[in-house]
């Protein structure tokens, strides 16, 4: 790792442990937006860490402003990180200077398009994470990137089971201006990178919950980690955040250099099932507590449970890799899994 | 290093050399292992004066993924190459480096491991087998089992207890003998599998002689000895291949227009190999860097052969066999995938086992 990754992360890990806890998480859930982390983290330069500085940002690559995310994750930072990195990483590839503020892009979801004709704007996205609040949306148009202006559109507001805003957004009859092209399927790729990114974060985040956890509970005399079966049981899902981990590295390191492949589907199929099987163990881990508000395991589990579907569940990036793999053909499977 | 390994085993299989099968490190053939080592691609890390290549560990890692993925029987050279040839190397005399380093490199001299007993699986500190100190050697007494492919190996690599059990730490009074299997005194005979295969062995030890010059590294250190050569046996690509050639024709029987069922199913055995290839590489690399990754590498075998394990299973469901599609490679790699699965989570150490030292590397234990 380089000193500007090391010093991107070992920074975004201090501002967290000090600022990010169960309690602003609660809060934000509720609907307060967490004013200090965000202005905190964005006078640090790490809500823009791989935009380029002439662009707004702190010249970092994608890879740092990943990991950083994957960092945010473990302490379940309940802001837009990736959306921002998102519109980050879309207006330097336009070639356009990047707002400051909290960003969010649309759309989200397959089949939804937002069409731009003379100047102004046409069409609905739903479930637009964090659409309320944030300085501009960067909306992947018919017709190329626009910024637009969250005061011009209609926002109506929900959310995730995780607490976090899900949006509908309606364009229409708002006005912008085109920066720069985008290719349609950019932001649902980015998308699924960056939900691959953060579920191996708060996966890590519940594993180290899960084994401090059976450390500290006692029942029959003992703690519950010296019991084999709670042993056997962490350590499986110890297996599950590992490969969620490696995946999602992997498919960081494939985007800093630039050639993704497949690693993006293998990541989002592989963490996405990884997520499911590990909450459900740190669940178990952690008995009654862990079902109850009180405790935070559940701002990291209801995380886990949505983002897995958002931008394609398994299923989808399964299919997709499949398909690949189906026209590669049989004797062509080896050359497929071992690309490099 | 890729594309010479590539090159060999195209060339070896197109000339009928061998046939494609799974479960490799079970398969054998001695002719193949002959012109594997012949071919340069036995022992490639080892010093260039006992006839390796001087290769890095990166190397050898493309080298066997290469040959299992290929499903080539590698299995008489296996043991030899992987740790047999290592434990030489970091604990043997120099006579012995000469003496078998350039045998196995050529895919001459065959290697098994000689650690479980009949009383003696997961429990390993456990061991029985005596040797007693006579004049120039040590006389063993004893019986070794589930040794893969004894009965066509030269050697054998012997854990044994040099001295008495201490009760206070069972690790200690351990050692490592090289035990020639066709000299007398031992008797080498077949355990038949669940699929009425000869591939494990029991060998019955009577007096059996081993000159000083056969034991490995210090009397007394065999537990650290054999510690740090599992290591090396844990996160290999052989145990995240073991069924992939039911996956290869399982993507043959879908063909290249699969329905989305298919494509699921295909994709994500895929995405689960793709996965599992970077972490045990990782682990690769850092054994390259002289690091002893154990966690890691427990992790990368319990959950590989827990795919290994399910890939049958996942096929049996998308192409059921009984279907009669009339493929019948498939229907033979499935039908020995599904035999050899139960193994898989045995074999140098059991799941229990491994999640036992993942616990450990959490903190747990």
């Known amino acids: 790792m380089n000193e500007m990754r090391t010093l991107i992360l070992d920074t975004a890990e201090r501002i967290f442990r000090d600022i990010c806890d169960q309690a602003l998480v609660d809060k934000a859930e509720k609907g307060e937006w967490p004013a200090g982390l965000w202005q905190t983290l964005e006078e640090s330069g790490l809500t823009q860490a791989s935009v380029p500085e002439e662009r707004g940002g702190a010249g970092g690559t994608i890879g740092d402003g990943l990991y950083f995310l994957k960092t945010s994750s473990r302490y379940v930072a309940p802001l837009p990180l990736a959306e921002t990195l998102i519109a980050g990483v879309l207006l330097a590839e336009a070639g356009a200077d990047v707002p400051a503020g909290p960003l969010t892009i649309a759309p989200v979801r397959k089949g939804e398009v937002i069409e731009f004709s003379d100047g102004k704007l046409s069409g609905t996205a739903s479930r637009v994470p964090f659409a309320h609040g944030a300085s501009a949306i960067i909306v992947a148009t018919s017709a190329g990137l626009a910024i637009v202006d969250p005061e011009s559109v209609k926002i109506d507001r929900d959310k995730s089971m995780a607490g976090e805003p899900r949006d509908t957004v309606i364009f229409d009859g708002a006005s912008a201006t085109i920066v720069g092209s985008v290719s349609p399927d950019r932001i649902w790729e980015l998308g699924a990178l960056v939900r691959s990114v953060q579920m191996a974060g708060a996966l890590e985040g519940i594993l180290a919950m899960s084994v401090q956890y059976v450390q500290d509970r006692k029942q029959f005399g003992r703690t519950l980690s010296k019991f084999q079966a709670v042993q056997q049981s962490l350590a499986a899902m110890a297996g599950q955040v590992a490969a969620a981990s490696s995946a999602a590295d992997t498919a960081i390191e494939a985007t800093e250099a630039g050639d993704t492949g497949v690693a993006i589907a293998v990541a989002k199929a592989r963490v996405g099932e990884a997520a499911g099987i590990a909450a459900e163990l740190a669940h178990q881990a952690h008995g009654a507590i862990g079902f109850t508000h009180e405790y935070a395991l559940h701002q990291f589990t209801r995380r886990l449970w949505a983002w897995r579907d958002e931008f394609g569940g398994e299923p989808y990036w399964q299919a997709e890799i499949g398909r690949q793999v189906a026209r590669a053909g049989a004797d062509n499977l080896w050359k497929f899994a071992s690309r490099t | 290093m890729r594309a010479e390994v590539r090159a060999f085993l195209q060339k070896d299989y197109a000339a009928g050399g061998f046939g494609r099968g799974q479960e490799a490190m079970a398969r054998y053939d001695v002719d193949f292992s002959r012109r594997w080592g012949q ?250 860097d002289g690091k002893m990754p154990v966690t890691e590498a427990a992790l990368v075998k319990d959950v590989g052969t827990n795919y290994c394990k399910e890939v049958p299973e996942v096929a049996r469901l998308i192409c059921p066999p009984e279907d009669g599609a009339g493929n019948s490679k498939y229907e033979k790699m499935l039908k020995t995938a599904t035999l050899i699965a139960p193994s898989l989570t045995i074999q140098g150490g059991t799941r229990e086992i491994l999640r036992g030292m993942i616990a450990r590397g959490l903190g747990l234990r």
């Open chain 2, 39 to 288: 071919a340069g691609f036995i022992g490639i890390t080892w010093p260039k004066q006992y006839g390796g290549r001087g290769l890095t560990f990166l190397d050898r890692y493309v080298v066997t993924e290469e040959a299992l993925a290929a499903g080539a029987p590698v299995g008489a050279h296996w043991v030899a190459d992987r740790q047999s040839g290592p434990l030489l190397l970091k604990y043997g005399t120099e006579e012995q480096r000469q003496r078998f380093l350039p045998k196995i490199i050529a895919g001459e001299a065959f290697f098994c491991i000689g650690m479980s007993e009949p009383d003696s699986g997961s429990d390993l500190a456990s061991v029985r087998m005596s040797a007693t100190r006579v004049d120039g050697g040590w006389k063993l007494n004893g019986t070794k089992l589930w040794t893969s492919l004894a009965h066509i190996c030269h050697y054998m690599i012997a854990l044994v207890r040099t001295s008495p059990v201490n009760p206070e730490n069972r690790h200690e009074g351990m050692s490592q003998m090289i035990v020639d299997l066709k000299a007398p005194g031992v008797e080498v005979r077949p355990v038949y599998n669940l699929a009425g295969e000869h591939h494990f062995n029991q060998e019955v030890f009577t007096d059996y002689f081993v000159p000083d010059e056969n034991v490995v590294g210090e009397i007394g250190a065999g537990w650290e000895q054999v510690m740090s050569e599992l290591a090396y046996e844990r996160s290999g690509p052989e145990r995240i291949l073991s069924t992939f050639q039911t996956l290869v024709e399982l993507v043959r029987q879908v063909g290249d227009d699969p329905s989305e069922v298919e494509a699921r199913a295909i994709g994500r055995l895929t995405a689960h190999l793709m996965t599992l290839r970077g972490m045990s590489v990782s682990v690769a690399g850092m054994l390259a």
